[in-house]
């Protein structure tokens, strides 16, 4: 959004997508704002000129390079009680970054997911319904995304346009861990060979195994998998406990470093 106090501003004179924001009073000039689901991030160029060279950037990076857009179900909740479907504008990225709007004119963003981190795609049910093809995205994480489309030819492209951006033998799968779909087997997405820092090891939130696994833990949450597989998935850490007793002590009551491990989890977090 653009800062203005000009109300017959002409919004055909940004970039599609940016819009203006009507302020009361300006304490500066040539001000905008990058909004995040968490945080706005209010700005200012030099110039005019400048102003709209970084809107035209901006433009490119938030909405370009697109790949695929268009209208789908998405299953969101945390538990069996509070999963259900809501319609979401998605738009596929040359930058791997499936992001979810309210709407095709994108105005409420709602967050993403990273394909980086997708294991593989396949087609799931066919649902007698509103929600027609489904398709399933699965993680390193062991969780699951699930995705309707209207068609079984929508459902075919949207898998294929997000299977040509899977990682290529970046890392293999047992490197981070996955569900086996074949033979039901869990993987440890934690590793074998776990390393416990002692309170006075422990050098920053950075380099903090404990806040690493809880990170981890939180990305098995952020999916639609299953209250038993996430249990499976999480039993895996064996210093869960001293995990959250070391964070709870020294990072937050005796390091007071909350709002720093608040603000590096969420950035961690897709």
């Not at 970046?170 to 934690?190: L, P």
């Amino acid at each position: 959004e653009v800062d203005t106090t000009d109300k017959q501003h002409d919004n055909d004179a940004l970039p599609e997508f940016i819009t203006y924001n009507l302020q009361s009073s300006e304490k500066k000039s040539f001000t905008f704002q990058i909004i995040s689901p968490n945080r706005t991030f209010t700005l200012a160029a030099i110039s005019e000129l400048d102003l709209f060279k970084w809107l035209q950037f901006l433009s490119i990076c938030v909405f370009g390079a697109v790949i695929k857009q268009g209208y789908v179900k998405k299953q969101e909740g945390a538990t069996a009680v509070s999963k259900s479907w809501k319609k979401r504008y998605a738009v596929l990225n040359e930058y791997c970054q499936l992001k979810w709007y309210t709407d095709h004119r994108r105005n409420g963003y709602l967050g993403f997911i990273d394909v980086n981190t997708l294991s593989s795609i396949s087609n799931g049910k066919t649902i007698a319904s509103e929600l027609g093809y489904i398709l399933d995205l699965y993680t390193r994480y062991g969780n699951v995304w699930y995705v309707g489309c209207k068609d079984e030819k929508e459902r075919e492209d949207w898998n294929s346009k997000l299977t040509d951006l899977l990682p290529q033998k970046k890392h293999t799968i047992n490197d981070y861990g996955d569900h086996d779909g074949k033979h039901g087997q869990i993987r440890n997405i934690f590793g074998h060979n776990l390393i416990f820092h002692e309170d006075e090891e422990c050098k920053s939130i950075e380099q903090c195994h404990s806040i690493q696994r809880m990170i981890k833990c939180l990305h098995v949450w952020n999916g639609n998998g299953d209250l038993q597989t996430i249990n499976k998935i999480l039993s895996q850490n064996k210093f869960f406990t001293k995990d959250y007793n070391h964070i709870i002590s020294i990072h937050i009551d005796d390091r007071n470093e909350f709002k720093l491990l608040h603000k590096f989890v969420t950035s961690q977090i897709r």
